[in-house]
Structures are given as structure tokens and as C-alpha cells.
């Protein structure tokens, strides 16, 4: 496990002092340009810039369904099994990376498996991507009772999640609620905040696969989960152990994990939580 020093106060309103209103030009890019197999450098003046997307798979498939997902380890990539999973057809595409020292590197995928029941889908690379490229770690089971976020029902000062998709930008959606442990998702709300709102897209086709981070300082961020629907994604703290025997059942990358972040320092809250009745999305892929 990691442990991190989180700020004891102030980690709803993290991105709130990175944002700006009237929106600045490029704000949101995370490059200052992109082209997806070739080196691209990143946008100093994007809001988010101090947060490291070096571990982000910006572009594979075709056509106009450029999916994304992230690396959890040097050779181990989560995205969504709703498009990888037909046919296992992300064996053989080929990812890739821009590292943080603004080179890019492709990997080949040699090996997948989808989680049963889930959206996830865990990808194994041919070969390690250069040590430059940043590693997600992922927030422990017990992460709600940590952070004082309801199981169930619309948080009134909602936390910000910061958000990608195929065209490269960070956004910003609030967590809506997340569901019951048997369900294992977040669902994310359009931001009450005007300033926020100004950092926010509607999450659409294309854009599958996609990570969504929790930021935990200004500089470091979780990853909790890739796009599956519009407003929804699997958490993957509530498949922390799937997710490593399906690491570990993989041939050649014997003793790789997930990297879980140890909150255990931080009591848990034992205020009550609001239940109220989720907001239902129409649930459809995003393709």
C-alpha cells in the first residue's frame, strides 16, 4: 500500500483553486497539441497541469471510437469491457503512452480479461512502458467511510472528480453518489458551481474506457474508475481483489498488484449518512 498526506480539510474544494472564471483559452487541453503516435507536449497552461496523465492511453481502435484506459502497473492497463471485450479484441493493439519527459512509446496488448458481471476490463502489455510513464494507485474498499460520502443519495457539497476524454482534456463533474457495494459504481452530476461548470462535458461516444481520477492534493490524483456509461463508472475499489487474480493469472507478470492507497490513518466518520433515492440514468454504452 501507499500512504499519502492528504489534506485533513479542503479536499472537496481542491480544484476549485486551480479553476478560473471567464474560462482562459486552452484551459482545458492537456496538450498543447495532439497527435495520437507521435510525441506531444503538454499544456503548461491547462488548469490541471500539475497532475500527471503520463499513465493515460489516449487513443486506440478506429474510426471515431478512439477509447482510452490507464496503467495500474508497468505492464497492466484498465479500461472498459463493454468495447474490449468482443472477440477479445484489444489483443494485438497496440497502446499508446506520452510520457512525463514528452516522448511517447507504444506496447503491444498480449493478454485481456474481463471482469464478470462488470465493466472492467484489465489488459496485460507485451513489454513495461518506460519508468517515466505514472502508475495509478487506486482508493481502498473502504474509502466512503473514510471521506464521509453517502452509499447512496446526492451529496450537497459534492467532491469533484476530475475527468478525460478522446479529445485530451481534463474536466471536471461532481459525484453525484456512489451506489451500494453490491452495485460497485459512481455516478457523476453536472457541477452546481458556475465556475466548475465551465470545466464540465458531458461524457460521450468515443470516449469509453476513459479514466476518472479522485484528486487527493493538488498534485496527486486516484484512479477510481474508466467511462461506461454517460454519467457512470465502475468503481474498481470494490474489485480490488478480482482485479489482482486477474493480474496474477496472467502468464510472466508473477507478484504485480494493484497499488491501493493506506487511508487507514484517517478515522473513519461516524456522522450519518444522507440516504436518499438515487438519480437513475438511462443506462446505454458509450461506445
Not at 488548469?47 to 489516449?58: E, H, I, K, L, Q
Not at 465551465?198 to 487527493?216: A, K, M, R, V
Not at 498534485?219 to 489482482?244: F, H, K, R
Not at 466518520?269 to 461506445?287: A, E, G, L
Request: proline share 6%; glycine share 8%.
Amino acid at each position: 500500500m501507499t500512504s499519502i498526506a492528504l489534506p485533513r480539510t479542503g479536499l472537496r474544494s481542491l480544484v476549485d483553486a486551480l479553476i478560473e472564471s471567464p474560462l482562459p483559452a486552452n484551459d482545458k487541453e492537456i496538450f498543447s497539441t495532439f497527435t495520437p503516435t507521435t510525441t506531444n507536449s503538454y499544456n503548461s497552461g491547462c488548469w490541471a497541469a500539475a497532475y500527471d496523465f503520463s499513465g493515460v492511453c489516449w487513443h486506440w481502435g478506429s474510426g471515431s471510437n478512439v477509447y482510452g484506459g490507464a496503467l495500474v502497473t508497468d505492464r497492466h492497463v484498465i479500461c472498459a469491457s463493454h468495447y474490449a471485450s468482443a472477440d477479445d479484441n484489444a489483443i494485438g493493439e497496440t497502446l499508446y503512452f506520452n510520457d512525463g519527459v514528452d516522448s511517447f512509446s507504444g506496447h503491444v496488448v498480449e493478454a485481456q480479461t474481463d471482469l464478470a458481471g462488470t465493466d472492467i476490463c484489465v489488459l496485460q502489455l507485451a513489454d513495461a512502458v518506460p519508468g517515466t510513464c505514472k502508475t495509478y494507485s487506486v482508493l481502498p474498499a473502504d474509502w466512503q467511510s473514510r471521506f464521509n460520502v453517502p452509499e447512496t443519495g446526492v451529496d450537497i457539497d459534492p467532491y469533484a472528480i476530475i475527468t478525460t476524454d478522446q479529445e485530451q482534456k481534463a474536466l471536471i463533474h461532481d459525484l453525484a453518489h456512489s451506489h451500494p457495494a453490491g452495485e460497485g459504481s459512481f455516478t457523476l452530476g453536472i457541477p452546481g458551481d458556475a465556475t466548475r461548470l465551465l470545466y464540465y462535458e458531458l461524457i460521450g461516444q468515443g470516449d469509453s474506457g476513459n479514466p476518472w481520477f479522485w484528486p487527493l492534493t493538488s498534485s496527486e490524483m486516484a484512479l477510481v474508475g474508466t467511462a461506461w456509461q454517460p454519467t457512470t463508472c465502475v468503481s474498481l475499489s470494490n474489485y480490488i481483489d478480482e482485479i489482482n487474480t486477474a493480474i496474477d493469472d496472467f502468464a510472466g507478470t508473477s507478484g504485480y498488484e494493484l497499488d491501493v492507497l493506506d487511508l487507514s490513518w484517517i478515522a473513519e466518520d461516524p456522522s450519518p449518512k444522507r440516504s436518499v433515492p438515487p438519480r437513475r440514468n438511462n443506462r446505454h454504452y458509450i461506445m
